[in-house]
């Protein structure tokens, strides 16, 4: 055998090694010299502690003897375990439980003082209890909160009162003394704490500093480039935290300047409730100065200013408001959306009539601004129930982020076009509101403009005008009987062109206006009046004027109330009145003496359109008979859409399907004009007239078309 | 060649140091190495006999080397290291102790320079260059023992920093092998040799573990003791190394403990008054095991920091190789007690990673010394690989290890092995055989240690063309001897213990 053979192999530690006794294997000893073949492991120790004497020897000595011998043991100094005090030192003793000790989690510490008096402390103790009665755990706790509040510095005198709250003789004494005890201390603290590492690495080789944070970049090394991502994230961090704590830091002197005013006010109203002032005149005479000069200085102060100002109804809103606002620009995102909704029940109640040429940036603002002191804003509800009342449900207006929304600009919805003839350029361009009534309630709302908004639900915007207060008298009775048969349509225009809506000023001379057609006014068809005696509810027939276009084909299919006759007058009347028009535009003033209602505009347009459009306006334009119908008959409880396919029906099986949903909203939308829509709907006006005027040319064409139409809508 | 230019100019910046080691080197001339008076100062670096007694207390004169000098009212004292013996009976001795007939001025190492990386620790002017070079053989004495060159490890040579900064000369001690000077903080390039001990630049300690293998953060605060003595319920200890207790606390004669919670306090009345306030009467952890009078606690490095880091600071009174340099966050510590009236008394404990990358199922092991040689030692290491057979893995501890720990893991290792081996009886008339896997998977213990026991204990040969174990009689009378002392043993009916996944929950 040779011994290369042997070393060859390795020691297999899966392989089987069976297991002999020395005695077995009287042979054994021949093949001693081949033991090296397996490789000797090493100790684990380190290398020149291996070969220490003391080692060495026990390690001999055990292969020698199979066991330690007292005298080759490592020697180790020596420890004594004869404390005789221990006894009185750790007094109590403790029962071994059943059940194994389990630590909960937080109850360990109970907030005893760190600080352990020593006899020193113990002999001003004792001097001290000559006098007052002060036990060792007070005295812990104050130099242990003495302690822990010096960190760079020591506590002053003054600092140490608020820190302790100690009968001031007692603090004195302890005070002076834990400075001079501190003075004289070797370590950095009376408390002897293990040295903490400075974190500008000065500290790595100290031999006292333990227990460093392993924060250091373990993966610096491997990942370099996320440790520098990491280091910006921290200073993005330091950033944003500096700004919060600057943000606070204003809350919080606004918070202190909200009391002072709070305090401010009330002395104001003490005063006045002493000098007798209940009408406010003093204080309206006291301020009427300080209003003069808006005061720009100290922004927060103002705004609140503001706030309390304007309840006590003195100051005026604006001027400096957003003056105040915009100052705030680190508040730029904080809970826009939430504020916003908060915005519109304050709007409603709340001064409509007030100018805010404050952008929205400004507005949500304003509102972030009293939001911490919601108690002194009681008419702002939070937000959730806001929605969960809101009418519209899930329709409600909700603002968008980064939608710039102006505030609504009164001045021009109430300044409404005939106001500013210069403007308008067109006196025809007033037509494009007209006096409404509704059948439910039965009244006359005023300057109003209809058209279709979301699901074929129709919407009347109205628009406030001089008039108002006038219209507001106008019972619709006092015209539907007055007005002449032939214009018993349940639409009649009415017009002037002479008169200007402001100089109407009285009721008679707009009910005479009404009645000479100088105003267009559109109503609900009376209930006895009707010609076509289809429904006894008194349902009007498809209006052919409104839907002319729809309704000669609906006529040739063989029903509705109007003959090919009147239909054939009305186009020439049609024809004339779009001349009448045309003429009045290019004169600029000429008075046309007649208009036919506007939906015989609006139905001529129809005919001069491409088929597509064409079927467009007709969709727009038939949708409404049902709800007009819908909106007459709303007080009756008949849901009339069942049979308005006799005559608009089979072309708009789509606004059929919708009417039924919006009927329950419909009044709802009829009167209540939004205001932000207005100028939006103003627009189309003079495109409209442009398109008569095309209408005019093509008029001949129309029987031609509107088969096309008529198809093409099924 | 750009070596020893900075060689030579570290020589030349030290060069100013102590007036004191200028006449040391003067004396230190060929010839001379051995002095006749000792009207000469003895400092730092020199070599002499002191005077101790061994354990059968007869006086023994062991060479020692002087690390440290203080002077107190009326007379000085030398901090000594026992060559060849350990740290831990260094001590602090009067000059009567020192044989200063055999005195040895420190030995200039120049040859070696790179090698053992410590070209400045003797600061030297350039003539003494001279003197070194010429009289590096006559400085050897037969008394001396060779330097243990061979074992040093090789350092590479980024080193030549002096070790003069901050102010006072701080000599690395002789003999230290992979000691490294101190690099000024600021000093560039830092980052890439961080983590990197063996390039000679001091370093961070790597992050995981909790010893330090390389002595690279060793000098000469950490070579001495700083504690006197330590009071810990019934016992006065004295520390066997230094440990980074509060600065202030090191020159008190006594340092007093708590014994349930181990807070530091400098003075008995101090203790008193703790003990009023603390309530503690056993090691604040969950009690995972209980047979008899011992129990094992489970403390959490994270959760209990404070317990953790004055159980830690303990410790390192006993331990060498441990380093505090990190937080005790990734650390479980289990403690071993043991129940009287008074409560639960700290007996050892250990130390284990959380999550361990090198399969080690132990950081830190140690038993008290009032508990040593009583067994409680491997009832600790049975313990933690009962733990790991729990979590189903082998382990083994963290290196370095000890003299002591040596010892014991071994033994313990040799009787679990052993008690394997005996157990086995013949199946179906075959010879009982095993793998050393098996033994492994038994025992939790890793490969390469049973593999080293086996060795140890002589009982792999080959035989006939396979490797076999051989049972000698005194190995077998040995162990049986040995198992009949050891009483004390872990139930494992009595563990209640779930290991936790630590990489599911967050960095520890």
Not at chain 1, 160 to 168: R, S, T
Not at chain 1, 230 to 257: A, G
Not at chain 1, 540 to 568: A, C, W
Not at chain 2, 40 to 65: F, H, S
Request: glycine share 6%; net charge positive.
């Amino acid at each position: 055998m040779s011994k290369l053979s042997f070393r060859a192999r390795a020691l297999d530690a899966a392989k089987p090694l069976p297991i002999y006794r020395n005695k077995d294997l009287p042979d054994l000893n021949d093949c001693v010299s081949i033991n090296r073949a397996v490789p000797q492991m090493p100790t684990g120790m380190e290398k020149e502690e291996e070969s220490e004497h003391h080692l060495q020897r026990a390690i001999s000595a055990q292969s020698v003897f199979r066991e330690k011998k007292e005298n080759m043991v490592i020697p180790v100094p020596e420890a004594e375990s004869n404390i005789t005090y221990y006894d009185r030192l750790y007094k109590g003793e403790l029962r071994i439980p059943k059940q194994l000790f389990h630590i909960q989690p937080l109850g360990l510490d109970n907030e005893q003082p760190d600080y352990d008096m020593d006899s020193e402390d113990e002999t001003l103790l004792n001097r001290l209890n000559r006098k007052m009665e002060i036990k060792p755990i007070q005295f812990e706790t104050m130099v242990d909160r003495l302690e822990k509040a010096s960190t760079n510095q020591m506590v002053t005198i003054t600092e140490a009162k608020l820190l302790l709250n100690e009968d001031d003789y007692l603090l004195k004494a302890v005070y002076d003394y834990w400075v001079r005890k501190r003075k004289n201390c070797r370590g950095p603290s009376l408390i002897p704490l293990i040295k903490l590492e400075k974190r500008d690495g000065s500290t790595n080789n100290d031999a006292y500093v333990a227990f460093r944070r392993r924060t250091e970049k373990m993966q610096t090394r491997k990942n370099r480039k996320n440790d520098e991502a990491s280091y910006e994230k921290t200073l993005k961090l330091r950033r944003e935290f500096s700004r919060t704590v600057t943000i606070l830091e204003m809350i919080k002197r606004r918070e202190k300047s909200k009391r002072e005013l709070l305090h401010l006010t009330l002395e104001v109203v003490e005063k006045r409730y002493q000098m007798g002032d209940f009408t406010g005149e003093v204080l309206s005479e006291v301020t009427a100065p300080l209003a003069e000069k808006p005061v720009y200085t100290v922004p927060i102060t103002v705004t609140n200013g503001n706030r309390h100002n304007h309840k006590s109804g003195g100051l005026p809103y604006h001027g400096y408001h957003h003056v105040s606002v915009k100052d705030e620009d680190p508040f730029d995102f904080v809970r826009p959306k939430k504020k916003y909704t908060r915005r519109e029940p304050l709007c409603r109640p709340g001064r409509p009539a007030k100018r805010q040429h404050i952008v929205n940036k400004a507005d949500i603002k304003q509102y972030d601004f009293h939001s911490s002191g919601e108690e002194d804003y009681p008419l702002s509800p939070s937000s959730e129930p806001d929605e969960e009342n809101d009418p519209d449900g899930t329709f409600a207006f909700r603002r968008k982020a980064g939608c710039h929304y102006l505030a609504p600009c009164l001045d021009q919805t109430s300044g409404l076009l005939w106001d500013h003839p210069e403007l308008a350029g067109l006196d025809a361009l007033r037509h494009r509101q007209s006096l409404t009534a509704l059948s439910v309630p039965q009244r006359c709302v005023g300057l109003a403009r209809r058209r279709v908004g979301r699901g074929g639900r129709v919407l009347l915007d109205r628009a406030s005008s001089d008039l108002d207060g006038v219209l507001k008298q106008l019972d619709s009775g006092v015209f539907s009987s007055s007005f002449p048969k032939d214009l018993s349509d349940h639409q009649v225009p009415t017009q002037n062109h002479r008169t200007m809506p402001g100089s109407a000023s009285s009721l008679t001379d707009l009910l005479s206006n009404i009645q000479a057609l100088r105003w267009r006014f559109f109503r609900p068809r009376s209930t006895q009046g009707d010609a076509s005696g289809e429904g006894r509810t008194g349902r009007p027939s498809m209006d052919n004027r409104l839907s002319g276009g729809l309704f000669v084909h609906t006529k040739n299919s063989g029903s509705g109330g109007i003959t090919e006759e009147q239909y054939q007058v009305h186009q020439q009347a049609l024809a004339q009145m779009q001349k009448q028009q045309l003429a009045q535009l290019q004169l600029k003033a000429p008075p046309p003496q007649q208009h036919f209602s506007l939906p015989e505009r609006q139905n001529t347009r129809v005919h001069s359109l491409s088929p597509l459009t064409q079927m467009h306006f007709h969709l727009m334009w038939t949708s409404r008979p049902p709800h007009s119908t819908s909106t007459s008959q709303g007080g009756t409880g008949l849901d009339r859409s069942g049979r308005t396919p006799s005559s608009g029906g089979p072309l708009l099986p789509a606004s059929h399907s919708t009417t039924p949903q919006s009927l329950p909203n419909h009044r709802g939308h009829g009167s209540a004009v939004s205001p932000a829509h207005h100028h939006h709907n103003a627009r189309p006006s003079p495109s409209s007239l442009k398109l008569a005027t095309m209408a005019t040319s093509s008029l001949d064409r129309v029987p031609k078309v509107t088969p096309a139409i008529s198809s093409m809508a099924r | 060649y750009s070596l020893l230019v900075s060689e030579l100019l570290a020589h030349l910046r030290t060069s100013t140091d102590a007036p004191l080691r200028a006449s040391c080197r003067a004396v230190s001339q060929p010839g001379m190495a051995i002095l006749p008076s000792t009207t000469v100062d003895v400092v730092e670096g020199c070599r002499l006999p002191v005077l101790r007694k061994n354990q059968e207390n007869e006086d023994e004169w062991p060479l020692a080397e002087i690390l440290s000098v203080k002077e107190i009212p009326g007379r000085k004292l030398y901090y000594v290291h026992y060559i060849d013996f350990n740290k831990r009976l260094d001590e602090w001795v009067t000059p009567d102790r020192l044989d200063m007939k055999k005195l040895q001025f420190p030995k200039k190492e120049a040859k070696t320079p790179t090698k053992n990386g410590l070209p400045g620790s003797r600061p030297s002017s350039p003539e003494s260059e001279v003197v070194r070079v010429a009289g590096a053989g006559p400085q050897h004495t037969p008394s001396r023992p060779p330097q243990p060159q061979a074992q040093q490890k090789s350092i590479p040579t980024k080193t030549s920093l002096p070790d003069f900064q901050n102010g006072t000369a701080r000599r690395p001690m002789p003999n230290q092998p992979g000691r490294k000077r101190k690099q000024p903080p600021n000093c560039g390039g830092t980052d890439e040799d961080s983590q990197d001990s063996s390039d000679g630049i001091p370093s961070t300690p790597r992050m995981t573990g909790s010893l330090v293998s390389d002595r690279s953060h060793d000098d000469i605060v950490t070579r001495m003791k700083n504690i006197d003595c330590i009071e810990l319920g019934r016992h006065r200890l004295k520390p066997w190394y230094f440990s980074p207790y509060p600065q202030e606390l090191t020159t008190l004669p006594i340092l007093y403990l708590c014994e349930f919670c181990l807070k530091y306090l400098k003075s008995l009345k101090c203790l008193q008054r703790h003990l009023t306030k603390c309530n503690l009467r056993h090691p604040p952890g969950n009690e995972i095991y209980r047979k008899g009078t011992i129990s094992f606690f489970e403390i959490d490095g994270r959760k209990n920091k404070t317990y953790s880091q004055n159980l830690c600071l303990l410790a390192k009174c006993f331990l060498d190789h441990k380093t505090l340099y990190y937080d005790t966050d990734p650390f479980l510590f289990y403690v071993m007690t043991e129940y009287d009236s008074k409560g639960f008394h700290i007996v050892g404990y250990f130390s284990k990673e959380k999550e361990s990358t090198e399969d080690y199922n132990v950081a830190c092991i140690l038993t008290l010394p009032p508990y040593q040689r009583r067994g409680y030692g491997k009832l600790l290491i049975e313990f933690s690989y009962e733990l790991s057979k729990v979590e189903g893995k082998t382990g083994t501890p963290e290196k370095p290890l000890s003299d002591l720990g040596l010892l014991s893991y071994r033994s313990y290792w040799s009787q679990t092995i052993l008690e394997i081996l005996m157990d086995l009886k013949p199946d179906n008339g075959e010879r009982p055989q095993i793998t050393i896997n098996d033994i492994s998977e038994i025992t939790s213990v890793k490969k390469e240690d049973v593999i080293s026991t086996l060795q140890y204990l002589n009982l792999i040969n080959y035989y006939k063309g396979q490797y076999i174990l051989t049972l000698s009689e005194d190995i077998v009378e040995g162990h049986e001897r040995a198992m009949q002392k050891r009483h004390l043993r872990i139930d494992s009916k009595c563990l209640h213990f779930t290991p936790k996944d630590w990489s599911k929950r967050g960095k520890w």
